[in-house]
């Protein structure tokens, strides 16, 4: 059975920094692409960024651009989302995902999904 479980969401200041964590399980991910998508209050859900389990191939929204990082951890099966000088508009839930697509910005070409973390940006 594959999980994906995010963790590190949390109430923060604007201009703050955090980093979410995704640990992954019950498969291989070696050809996969892992996302971090988040859905703002009332809105749809929308690409923060995505890299590749096999190399260090990324691609990025550029709303987040200067300010977050994702990263992996081989070694854990974990992924990272770093995020610096976080806006009130970074407001949402946050969702780990995993897609067989080469670096897909696209929701519906991710397969696995985790239960998502909830980030708060208060002025």
């Known amino acids: 059975q594959v999980k994906l479980v995010e963790s590190g969401g949390r109430l923060v200041q604007a201009g703050a920094s955090l980093r979410l964590s995704c640990v992954m399980s019950?498969?291989?991910?070696?050809?996969?692409?892992m996302g971090w998508f988040r859905q703002p209050p009332g809105k749809g859900r929308e690409f923060v960024s995505a890299?590749?389990?096999?190399?260090?191939?990324?691609q990025q929204a550029d709303s987040v651009k200067d300010r977050f990082t994702i990263s992996k951890d081989k070694s854990t099966s974990t992924l990272y989302l770093q995020m610096n000088d976080v806006k009130l508009e970074d407001t949402g839930v946050y969702y780990c995902?995993?897609?067989?697509?080469?670096?897909?910005?696209?929701?519906?070409?991710?397969?696995?999904w985790g239960q998502g973390t909830q980030v708060t940006v208060s002025s």
């Open positions: 019950g498969r291989s991910f070696t050809t996969y692409t």
């Open positions: 995902a995993g897609s067989p697509e080469y670096l897909s910005t696209r929701s519906d070409e991710y397969t696995y």
């Open positions: 890299i590749r389990w096999s190399s260090d191939n990324r």
